[in-house]
């Protein structure tokens, strides 16, 4: 199970951070990592982390958002920086296992987490 926090309504330029609480510890994840979506538009991957802290992130959030785990908390923080109006959307925490490369057989989603950034 997974619990997504943290979101908020943010002016443009500030920082958020969003939190992903896993039932399950985090070390026995394969992949976790966050998505967003907006209404009309397909889920898109926002950043991943591997269990040995190998990461990837969209083109549009490197250099801005920050993935991390936090195995002796269970959490998978992602801190975000000069928010942007187009980072507004719902962000949603994955978990991944089974995983080929960043590929995984069987995925978990938790509830999303609401970010809307005013200009």
């Known amino acids: 199970q997974l619990q997504a926090s943290g979101g908020g309504l943010v002016q443009a330029g500030g920082s958020l951070t969003l939190s992903c609480a896993a039932s399950?510890?985090?070390?026995?994840?394969?992949?976790m990592g966050w998505y967003r979506q907006v209404p009309g538009k397909e889920r898109e991957l926002v950043a991943l982390?591997?269990?040995?802290?190998?990461?990837k992130y969209a083109d549009s959030v490197k250099g801005r958002f920050t993935i991390s785990r936090d195995n002796a908390a269970n959490t998978v923080p992602l801190e975000i920086d000069n928010l942007r109006p187009e980072d507004s959307a719902v962000y949603y925490c994955?978990?991944?296992?089974?995983?080929?490369?960043?590929?995984?057989?069987?995925?978990?989603w938790g509830q999303g987490t609401q970010v809307t950034v005013s200009s």
């Open positions: 994955n978990a991944g296992f089974a995983c080929v490369h960043w590929e995984c057989y069987n995925q978990y």
């Open positions: 399950d510890p985090t070390f026995r994840i394969d992949v």
């Open positions: 982390i591997t269990s040995g802290d190998k990461k």
